[in-house]
């Protein structure tokens, strides 16, 4: 049986992602992979943490078409519906665990010091609005910042 073979992301790189089709978005690995123990004698594949950028394109954009100083994780506004539980909404910092594993093949167009990214902690624990885990990267990583995009687009236009 054939093994499958990921790149793996390594601290600093600028990935882009394809949340809807036809869109691109932008997001930064914040530090290099660390195995993490999550049960007696299990371990994971080495994990990191991913920024997720407010950045959304609607053409494939390069390392050259990014102002980099404006770099900066996505304060998403996620609205939670919970059985007998009003509608209600919690802002989740969009920085997250994930594994190096590049699954969805994403494009690593480049790479930056993330130290001017995200200059908080980086803790393996997950707190109340972020650094939850992911798992491996998904085909729609960066969706967050598309809702976001849309959300602000329509709120102009209405205007």
């Known amino acids: 049986m054939a093994r499958n073979k990921y790149s793996f992301f390594k601290r600093g790189d600028v990935i882009r992602t ?54 900066h994780p996505l304060r998403f506004q996620r609205c939670y519906c919970l059985k007998n539980t009003p509608e209600f909404f919690k802002e989740e910092l969009l920085v997250h665990i994930y594994t190096t594993r590049n699954v969805a093949q994403f494009p690593v167009i480049g790479n930056i010091d993330p130290s001017n990214i995200y200059k908080g902690d980086l803790s393996w624990e997950p707190k109340s609005d972020r650094f939850f885990f992911y798992g491996d990267t998904q085909k729609y990583l960066g969706r967050e910042a598309y809702l976001n995009w849309l959300n602000m687009s329509s709120t102009t236009n209405k205007q």
């Open 18 to 71: 394809n949340p809807q089709e036809g869109f691109y978005g932008i997001a930064v690995v914040l530090d290099d992979g660390v195995k993490l123990e999550l049960s007696p004698n299990k371990w994971s594949y080495p994990m990191c943490h991913i920024a997720i950028t407010p950045l959304i394109y609607d053409f494939e954009v390069t390392i050259e078409d990014i102002d980099i100083p404006q770099l």
